[in-house]
């Protein structure tokens, strides 16, 4: 029992009495960056140009200016020492719904399926909510920048390309329309049940060949609104088929939601028949359909890595290595957090389970990070360290990839965050009651 005390006591005189981020709020918004900042002394690991001992990064404006290893720190620079640490750079969560979704169970605190089969003009950036909670646990688990996406329909509309700081979502909106999302039908739905309660017949929902034909129409008439306006024709405004312009221009790409090598298939015939840029999401049978992934340069973003299996006959680590298969057959790909904004910050784990089933450290760094900001359209302004890309980086004391390494500081655009989250919060809030419990026992 004297033991047990003595344990106790030493916990209470270890512990804060008061931690401060009890007095303010969960996360704060930080100013722009107003000085030129040199970070010196750290490994630095530039994703595309390889790791840099000792080295020194410097940004200035939201902006990298220089990255080296003996680098000559301009007059008036803000120095900060990071020797003994990591710098990677901010991860990028390719497919969720940060900002748009808060509490899973309750309707009006989620905004991401809009109505209707046909939505392209659909923007997510303008329904974020930049005051939400799962922003900074996502940016403490090292993910900075996210492609928050619409859902809903065939059509569901574009995915946008968010920092994760600023004090509305026109401030940290990136690329509002990055990429359109379209959700292939499934060839093998559940089996319809003709009679509906009360004796009613319910609605025979589209077959599978009706809704790829109503696909392909949309497309058809959207090709041939393009052409109209590209003509100089006088047409009658319409802003779906104004918002697949830039589709059919193949400066924004397609995004199909597909997972059995059926879908992967059809959707991959379609995007050649229709000169379309596509990225499949998903991609739980890519495996069995690499060599033609490969033939037509298609890249997947993995939805999980950490699923079991759908199928009696899968082994348990079907998700799990589904990265290194894919690698090892030559297809390019980017790996999520799960969608769901309550899974964002998982992003890094899904990466390093992919790690211990096989897939190099590097490239799975590369799927969280370049992979993703390719695919999507912003790896000229994040995704690596390289001057004249966004100031968009982590400190750490190892890789983030692995759930013991501590991301100590992150900046973005060269704002240096507010690193507290509503986690954290509750932590130190609690500890303290615990704390303060201990003192009366003792």
């Known amino acids: 029992m004297m033991i047990i005390k003595n344990a ?4 209470v005189m270890a512990a804060t009495i008061a931690p401060a981020g009890l007095h303010a ?14 970070i010196r002394g ?21 902006l990298i200016t220089a990255i080296g290893a003996d680098l000559e720190i301009p007059a008036g620079t803000r120095v900060v020492d990071g020797t003994g640490k990591h710098i990677y750079p901010g991860l990028i969560d390719a497919y969720s719904t940060v900002g748009l979704s808060e ?8 905004d991401v399926n809009e109505l209707g089969d046909f939505n392209p003009n659909v923007h997510a950036d303008v329904a974020v909510n930049a005051e939400s909670r799962h922003i900074g646990t996502s940016r403490s688990a090292g993910v900075l920048v996210a492609f928050s996406t619409p859902g809903g329909g065939l059509v569901s509309g574009m995915s946008s390309a968010l ?9 940290m909106s990136m690329e509002s329309a990055a990429a359109l999302n379209v959700n292939w039908p499934d060839p093998n739905p559940r089996r319809f049940r003709g009679f509906g309660g009360f004796g009613g017949q319910r609605e025979r929902p589209p077959s599978y060949e009706e809704q790829v034909q109503q696909l392909k129409a949309f497309f058809g008439e959207a090709r041939a609104y393009r052409d109209a306006v590209v003509a100089g024709e006088e047409v009658r405004t319409d802003s779906r088929y104004l918002a697949m312009i830039p589709v059919f221009d193949r400066a924004v790409p397609v995004v199909v939601s597909a997972d059995g090598a ?15 840029r596509l990225v499949i999401r998903g991609g739980r049978d ?6 033609r992934l490969v033939a037509h340069d298609v890249p997947v973003i993995l939805t999980s890595t950490m699923a079991a299996p759908d199928r009696d006959y899968e082994g348990y680590d079907g998700a799990y290595s589904m990265p290194a298969r894919l690698h090892e057959a030559g297809v390019r790909f980017a790996i999520s957090g799960g969608a769901g904004s309550l899974y964002t910050n998982r992003l890094p784990w899904e990466a390093g389970v992919a790690v211990a089933f096989g897939l190099p450290e590097d490239e799975a760094l590369k799927a969280v990070t370049i992979n993703a900001a390719e695919f999507m359209g912003v790896d000229d302004r994040v995704g690596s360290l390289e001057p004249g890309k966004q100031a968009t980086f982590l400190i750490t004391t190892g890789t983030p990839l692995d759930m013991t390494s501590d991301i100590e500081q992150a900046y973005i655009q060269g704002r240096e965050l507010d690193m507290m989250d509503i986690q954290k919060f509750f932590f130190e809030k609690y500890m303290t ?5 201990l003192r009366v026992v003792m």
């Open 25 to 38: 709020q969960v996360r704060m918004t930080v100013p722009p960056q107003s000085v030129p900042v040199a």
């Open 8 to 11: 106790l006591k030493v916990a």
């Open 42 to 62: 750290a490994t630095i690991h530039t994703v595309t140009n390889g790791v840099i001992e000792n080295g020194t990064i410097l940004f200035d404006d939201g």
């Open 433 to 437: 009651k615990v704390m303060q419990y």
């Open 262 to 276: 059926a879908q992967i298939n059809d959707a991959v015939t379609w995007a050649l028949e229709e000169n379309l």
């Open 103 to 110: 509490i899973g169970s309750v309707d009006v605190s989620n």
């Open 286 to 291: 890519a495996i069995h359909v690499a060599d």
């Open 163 to 171: 920092s994760l700081e600023g004090w509305s979502w026109e401030e």
